[in-house]
């Protein structure tokens, strides 16, 4: 009897050891894969990539300290480098150009302010860095768009800028890019959320002092196989009941002074090679314009005193300008 119990607890001991050798194994072939095989022509491996979403805790981490310090030197963003622990990053694959294989997006972001995206085509095992969109706000989704009068397919980022903490207003963003001749372009930018917070007293009412809210709230559609684009803002100016409160009262405690809807339709034009509002002609100088952005329609526009009939309007040159609306024709 006692002979059967030593081999049993033998046989356990033996098979625990072969599983923790196998453990080992796999884990050392998925750590030490992170960098794949790439001849030495790329910094970033497609292996990486994949390691995002592993169920080993260290090649998870692995992979996204080789992803952001890639697409740091990548693209020039060298000064992130000392805060390179409080980015945030976004990994997407898609196929944005036809026929030349997948590619990869990696949004890095640094709140409150600053985001960028680097784009990477895939070669076999390995990433080549393509470009890089720059300028953004905090990214917190990229999508794809296909559009019927286009080859290559849209990039969709959304962003989020938050500052109430310091500046009490957060807005979100949403902008289309198109990579054309080597970089990204964008052909539309809006603006689908909005919160801004101030008291009446900053404005030098000294009783009875109301908080103020001005809050816009978007949906978004694409229709015509992504040739037009719809936009609906629900905008509104809001009073709070209560009066010198120090802080901002909850939302439920504020009630609508004004409110109204906007409609807007965005088509694509391949002679503005972007979204447009419409072609019009310019009173003063005869030519044609592109409508981009009416600015009449701007939640902005709810603050008293403050005029808001401007658009915004692209020549044939290619040159950007804000003019008043009377100028269209």
Same mark, same amino acid.
């Given at each position: 009897?006692?002979?059967?119990? !030593?081999?049993?607890?033998?046989?356990?001991? =033996?098979?625990?050891?072969?599983?923790?050798?196998?453990?080992?194994?796999? +884990? @050392?072939?998925?750590?030490?894969?992170?960098?794949?095989?790439?001849?030495?022509?790329?910094?970033?491996? !497609?292996?990486?990539?994949?390691?995002?979403?592993?169920?080993?805790?260290?090649?998870?981490?692995?992979?996204?300290?080789?992803?952001?310090q890639a697409t740091l030197d990548n693209t020039g963003y060298s000064r992130w480098e000392e805060c390179r622990h409080q980015l945030d990053m976004l990994?997407?694959?898609?196929?944005?150009?036809? @026929?030349? *294989?997948?590619?990869?997006?990696? +949004?890095?972001?640094?709140?409150?302010? /600053?985001?960028?995206? +680097?784009?990477?085509?895939?070669?076999?095992?390995?990433?080549?860095?393509?470009?890089?969109?720059?300028?953004?706000?905090?990214?917190?989704?990229?999508?794809?768009?296909?559009?019927?009068?286009?080859?290559?397919?849209?990039?969709?980022?959304?962003?989020? @800028?938050? /500052?109430?903490?310091?500046?009490?207003?957060?807005?979100? !963003?949403?902008?289309?890019?198109?990579?054309?001749?080597?970089?990204?372009?964008?052909?539309?930018?809006?603006?689908?959320?909005?919160?801004? !917070?101030?008291?009446?007293?900053?404005?030098?009412?000294? /009783?009875?002092?109301?908080? =103020?809210?001005?809050?816009?709230?978007?949906?978004?559609?694409?229709?015509?196989?992504?040739?037009?684009?719809?936009?609906? @803002?629900?905008?509104?100016?809001?009073?709070?009941? +209560?009066?010198?409160?120090?802080?901002?009262?909850?939302?439920?405690?504020?009630?609508?002074r004004y409110y109204r809807m906007v409609k807007e339709e965005y088509r694509w034009s391949s002679h503005w090679e972007g979204y447009i509002l419409g072609?019009?002609?310019?009173?003063?100088? *005869?030519?044609?314009?592109?409508?981009?952005e009416d600015y009449r329609t701007n939640i902005a526009s709810f603050i008293r005193g403050t005029s808001f009939d401007m658009v915004k309007v692209a020549?044939?040159?290619?040159?950007?300008?804000?003019?008043?609306?009377?100028?269209? /024709?």
């Amino acid at each position: 009897m006692r002979f059967f119990k !030593y081999n049993r607890r033998n046989k356990l001991i =033996l098979a625990t050891v072969i599983i923790l050798l196998a453990a080992l194994v796999l +884990a @050392h072939y998925i750590y030490g894969s992170l960098t794949g095989n790439n001849d030495g022509r790329y910094n970033l491996s !497609y292996i990486s990539v994949k390691n995002i979403n592993s169920f080993f805790k260290p090649a998870v981490q692995k992979a996204v300290q080789d992803i952001v310090q890639a697409t740091l030197d990548n693209t020039g963003y060298s000064r992130w480098e000392e805060c390179r622990h409080q980015l945030d990053m976004l990994v997407e694959e898609a196929d944005i150009i036809p @026929h030349k *294989g997948r590619e990869v997006l990696v +949004a890095l972001s640094l709140p409150p302010q /600053e985001g960028m995206i +680097a784009c990477y085509k895939r070669d076999g095992l390995g990433l080549e860095y393509m470009g890089r969109i720059p300028g953004l706000l905090p990214v917190t989704g990229i999508t794809i768009l296909n559009n019927a009068c286009l080859d290559s397919r849209l990039i969709i980022a959304d962003q989020n @800028h938050d /500052e109430m903490l310091g500046a009490f207003f957060n807005a979100r !963003y949403r902008d289309i890019f198109l990579w054309k001749d080597g970089h990204f372009d964008r052909v539309l930018g809006l603006l689908t959320g909005y919160n801004s !917070y101030w008291n009446q007293a900053w404005d030098g009412i000294k /009783e009875d002092a109301h908080w =103020l809210w001005l809050n816009q709230s978007s949906q978004v559609e694409y229709s015509d196989n992504g040739e037009t684009i719809y936009v609906r @803002h629900t905008q509104s100016l809001l009073q709070s009941m +209560a009066t010198d409160a120090d802080s901002i009262p909850d939302n439920k405690d504020f009630a609508v002074r004004y409110y109204r809807m906007v409609k807007e339709e965005y088509r694509w034009s391949s002679h503005w090679e972007g979204y447009i509002l419409g072609e019009y002609t310019d009173r003063v100088t *005869g030519e044609k314009v592109a409508l981009l952005e009416d600015y009449r329609t701007n939640i902005a526009s709810f603050i008293r005193g403050t005029s808001f009939d401007m658009v915004k309007v692209a020549r044939e040159n290619g040159e950007i300008l804000i003019i008043p609306s009377e100028r269209l /024709e």
